[in-house]
């Protein structure tokens, strides 16, 4: 759902999670505003639901974000999958694939630099999730063949960007 006509009839949030706050509740996502500073909430997808955390830290300027898979990533397996957190990577341009050490969890992350600019816009923040579910929805499988699978990260990186024609 798009924000611009709502946002450019109001004058520009100072803080960003308003604004997230805003894009999150326009798509009937289950959100919980921690703080004045984050916000985290829940995005629908193919493969599972994702989970959103919007942080912002006004002395840098900075809005960081995560999209965190529903999944854990065993002990055993956490080798493996670091190599394919790193043959991901490469193939990104914005943002990038880690791994939450604490709880075993994939997760995609980016920072967004706002200080000296116009603030963050509705179009920044719909691309931002657009682009974080749709690079975790493209890589799930990967990470499925590696954890469950047994496959290797070359392998399931290779099977995760087959492009498929037509329809089943």
Not at 25 to 48: I, K, M, T, V, Y
């Amino acid at each position: 759902m798009s924000l611009t006509a709502a946002y450019q009839s109001e004058e520009a949030l100072v803080n960003p999670v308003d604004l997230v706050e805003q894009f999150v509740s326009a798509n009937d996502w289950a959100f919980d505003r921690r703080s004045e500073e984050e916000l985290a909430a829940e995005a629908p997808g193919q493969w599972c639901n994702y989970s959103l955390y919007f942080a912002w830290r006004e002395d840098m300027g900075a809005m960081h974000f995560t999209c965190a898979f529903d999944m854990k990533v065993p002990a055993a397996k956490r080798g493996a999958i670091c190599e394919l957190l790193a043959m991901i990577n490469e193939k990104l341009w914005l943002g990038y694939f880690g791994l939450w050490e604490d709880e075993g969890v994939p997760m995609f992350r980016h920072t967004t630099l706002l200080r000296g600019g116009a603030g963050l816009s509705p179009e920044q923040v719909e691309d931002l999730v657009d682009l974080a579910v749709a690079e975790c929805e493209r890589f799930y499988p990967a990470f499925q063949f590696v954890i469950w699978g047994g496959k290797t990260a070359a392998e399931a990186v290779a099977a995760s960007l087959l492009e498929t024609a037509g329809e089943a």
